[in-house]
């Protein structure tokens, strides 16, 4: 046998090059493979394709949803179309809050890759300390707001920077024109747009509007590259018209502030109403605070003071007094009342008036504001009358008006009154009630008798609202005339005169409490009037808490702000004077005040 046919019969394969391997030398190649090996890896192959095709079955068919929504979290977003709050206007439409359009900086952390540097840039553009970013800018954090609300200086800063997973949209930000002056009208809103005070709380439901809604794909960089589904336009709020009238409004407050400082006082408060349509004018507290600005605020500046301090209203109730024994037929404007010497033993105490004023008839009760005429003239009533009288006014009650903190006051049940608790009532001591709840009250002079409801929103023009009748309009015409006289020459607070107006009122001065006394030297101010007596138009309540000036008296530190905020609001309103100006000031430069009993 040739060389060839022994290799060819060995199990020898030539190569291509000639060259041949011989199986017979190699071990691992002359042994035979087990068939199991074979069907082994068969097996294993096949079990790879159906593992593969379960989790293609469990992806695409058990469990698509959740897979969708996760890879449509990748990539699609639902941005939010915020809803333009409606408007709060004065009056006449002068803007009291607005909303506009403000940047809005936030991030995707895991995408901020920036270098130190950068971050530090950052940081800085934003007003936060480097800690402060770190802990924003946590990688676990899928989103994160960096600045809302943002100025448009801080946005250029850190548009500039250019970086990486850091983006911007537009919000709104609440804006207040009037500031200070109208800040306890108007409240605030925080940062998610909800009202916290005032009429932005009152009226939350009214201003907010909804918001809409807009899905879109975003590439890697946060770009918008798509929009996907249908789009849910924002409905905006209503705007709200209020009754307020921001000169008025403004000029308040200016003269509140300057009579606290003058009369370094800790606080005071102006309501004014109009007697016609129960509108308020004005509500104005100092101190106050900006709306739009509100670090390191205290509970002492954003108390709204006129409706949520509550004070014994002294020789205001007087007039309420004299009403009531008039209206029920016991008394006239000239029955005389003896009030002695100024000192009147009563039921184990003594009430007494600053000056001895003897005989005097009811009108001049209240022109002296006595206390022990008002005395007399209320012990001739039962308790059951004069409750009801004080209910029928307000007192004791919340004031029925759509806006947040207002309270009751204090007015206990007439039948656990003791004699001496109904003479001091009748003289203000013993009741409690706020400075909004005292305007109210004085309607019922200025509307001949019906006390009217009151409203922070503008009501129809010149329709007169109706009222309840709590005394006949003689008696309310009658009460009028004496409001004039204790407010005119030797009355209590000639210095509540308006120069061309004929105006009447009653000043009020009382002890602050502490705990269940009276502090000695801490007083409490007001003056409440109407006018022009003739045709009453206005209300005005002012209140001035704890001045330490050296002068404390109702008449001498609340009666000047009165004079000074009714003249404005009659000139703004349009109403003609009706008195002759130089008499009145000859008339007032011959007068002598007599100073109030409290």
């Known amino acids: 046998m040739s060389k060839s046919g022994k290799a060819a019969k060995a199990g020898a394969r030539p190569l291509a090059s000639g060259r041949s391997v011989n199986y017979s030398t190699s071990p691992l190649l002359a042994s035979k493979t087990p068939p199991w090996r074979s069907r082994f890896l068969v097996a294993l192959v096949g079990l790879a394709f159906a593992g593969l095709l379960g989790r293609a079955i469990y992806v695409q068919v058990v469990h698509t949803e959740f897979f969708q929504k996760q890879g449509e979290a990748r990539y699609a977003h639902t941005l939010e179309l915020p809803a333009s709050r409606g408007r709060i206007n004065d009056r006449s439409g002068q803007v009291l809050a607005a909303s506009v359009a403000v940047p809005s900086i936030w991030a995707i952390p895991k995408e901020v890759d920036a270098e130190p540097a950068k971050r530090a840039d950052l940081a800085k553009a934003l007003g936060l300390s480097a800690k402060e970013l770190e802990a924003k800018l946590n990688p676990e954090t899928r989103f994160v707001w960096l600045k809302r609300l943002a100025d448009d200086d801080t946005a250029a800063k850190v548009k500039a920077l250019g970086l990486k997973g850091v983006f911007q949209d537009r919000e709104y930000r609440r804006k207040y024109p009037e500031g200070e002056a109208a800040a306890h009208v108007v409240g605030f809103t925080n940062v998610e747009d909800k009202g916290q005070e005032g009429v932005e709380l009152a009226f939350q439901k009214e201003l907010q509007g909804r918001d809409g809604?807009?899905?879109?794909?975003?590439?890697?960089?946060?770009?918008?590259?798509?929009?996907?589904?249908?789009?849910?336009?924002?409905?905006?709020?209503?705007?709200?018209?209020?009754?307020?009238?921001?000169?008025?409004?403004?000029?308040?407050?200016?003269?509140?502030?300057?009579?606290?400082?003058?009369?370094?006082?800790?606080?005071?408060?102006?309501?004014?109403?109009?007697a016609q349509t129960g509108e308020v004018l004005a509500l104005a507290n100092f101190p106050s605070y900006d709306p739009g600005s509100r670090q390191n605020l205290s509970g002492e500046q954003l108390r709204n003071r006129a409706l949520t301090d509550v004070f014994e209203p002294g020789s205001t109730m007087k007039p309420f007094i004299a009403a009531l024994a008039m209206d029920t037929g016991r008394v006239t404007a000239d029955t005389l009342v003896d009030t002695g010497n100024g000192k009147y033993p009563f039921q184990g105490a003594v009430i007494t008036d600053t000056h001895a004023h003897g005989v005097v008839p009811v009108r001049e009760v209240i022109k002296f504001s006595s206390n022990i005429g008002a005395t007399k003239l209320a012990m001739q009533m039962q308790p059951r009358e004069m409750h009801e009288m004080f209910t029928a006014i307000g007192l004791g009650q919340r004031p029925q008006i759509n806006f947040p903190g207002a309270i009751t006051g204090k007015l206990r049940p007439y039948k656990t009154w003791r004699p001496i608790e109904q003479a001091t009532m009748s003289y203000g001591y013993g009741l409690s009630a706020s400075l909004f709840q005292l305007a109210r009250a004085y309607t019922v002079f200025a509307r001949d008798g019906e006390i009217i409801p009151v409203s922070m929103l503008r009501q129809p023009h010149d329709q007169p609202v109706a009222g309840i009748r709590v005394f006949k309009p003689e008696v309310a015409r009658e009460v009028?005339?004496?409001?004039?006289?204790?407010?005119?020459?030797?009355?209590?607070?000639?210095?509540?005169?308006?120069?061309?107006?004929?105006?009447?009122?009653?000043?009020?001065?009382?002890?602050?409490?502490?705990?269940?006394?009276?502090?000695?030297?801490?007083?409490?101010?007001?003056?409440?009037?109407?006018?022009?007596?003739?045709?009453?138009?206005?209300?005005?309540?002012v209140m001035v808490d704890e001045p330490t000036a050296g002068v404390y008296y109702g008449g001498k530190v609340a009666g000047p702000v009165f004079s000074q905020v009714t003249a404005q609001t009659l000139r703004l309103l349009g109403v003609q004077p009706d008195l002759d100006v130089k008499s009145q000031i000859v008339a007032n430069k011959n007068a002598v005040a007599t100073e109030e009993s409290f």
């Open 213 to 274: 809604s807009r899905s879109v794909v975003r590439d890697r960089l946060g770009r918008v590259v798509e929009d996907i589904g249908e789009i849910v336009p924002a409905t905006n709020g209503r705007d709200v018209d209020l009754s307020v009238d921001s000169k008025v409004q403004f000029f308040a407050y200016q003269r509140i502030r300057d009579a606290v400082a003058e009369n370094k006082a800790k606080a005071g408060s102006v309501v004014v109403l109009d």
């Open 480 to 541: 009028r005339l004496m409001l004039q006289a204790a407010a005119g020459p030797g009355g209590t607070a000639p210095d509540a005169q308006v120069p061309g107006y004929s105006i009447g009122g009653k000043s009020g001065t009382a002890h602050k409490q502490e705990g269940r006394g009276y502090a000695s030297h801490k007083y409490r101010s007001w003056f409440v009037g109407v006018a022009p007596i003739s045709k009453p138009r206005i209300v005005v309540a």
